[in-house]
């Protein structure tokens, strides 16, 4: 790999055309007693017990899947993606669910049926970096974190492809806790 050739912001990419401006939602996200808890237990927390942030999730990937959008869903989780799995098949959503022991035939068709729109809506643990997905216009980052390069790399909407006007992300400040509004 290596050490870093050159340091570009987003927005001289977005300046010079590589990539699309994103238009950010912060969702905050408050929950009671966190707090209290000790980190390892305040990021599960966070996920999959986040009943509040797991509605506003399924809602917005409703939404985006019902403009006809394509949305990935940022997970660091297996569990809270298949939770987030379960709420979005009781919703009736459309999406696949993406983690590590997916097989490279499910990868392909995940990504197929994503960049169709037969189901818009990708779940995942492996989509975070590193994967190039144009036709994905909106990005939910459901597993936090404050790392700003963590964050960056997450935005897989911000790719232009044909037709795209659009990169919107959804992420979530959790003010319940003294440790992540630091």
Not at 8 to 17: H, L, N, P, T, Y
Not at 86 to 91: E, K, Y
Not at 137 to 142: L, P
Request: contains cysteine; charged residues 25%; positive net charge.
């Amino acid at each position: 790999c290596g050490g870093i050739v050159h340091d570009i912001s987003i927005s001289r990419m977005v300046e010079a055309g590589y990539l699309i401006a994103p238009d950010v939602t912060i969702h905050e996200v408050a929950i009671a007693g966190i707090d209290k808890l000790p980190w390892g237990a305040t990021l599960q927390a966070r996920g999959l017990q986040a009943a509040a942030r797991n509605r506003i999730i399924v809602r917005e990937a409703g939404r985006i899947a019902a403009r006809g959008g394509r949305c990935i869903v940022v997970c660091s989780r297996l569990d809270h993606v298949a939770n987030l799995g379960r709420l979005m098949s009781a919703a009736g959503i459309p999406h696949s669910e993406l983690v590590g022991p997916t097989s490279d035939e499910d990868r392909l068709a995940a990504r197929r049926d994503l960049v169709s729109g037969a189901r818009p809506i990708a779940i995942s643990t492996v989509l975070g970096e590193g994967v190039n997905l144009p036709e994905v216009d909106a990005v939910i980052v459901a597993d936090g974190g404050k790392d700003p390069k963590a964050v960056t790399q997450k935005m897989r909407c911000l790719t232009p492809a044909p037709g795209k006007l659009a990169a919107e992300v959804h992420d979530f400040l959790d003010v319940g806790n003294k440790y992540i509004l630091r």
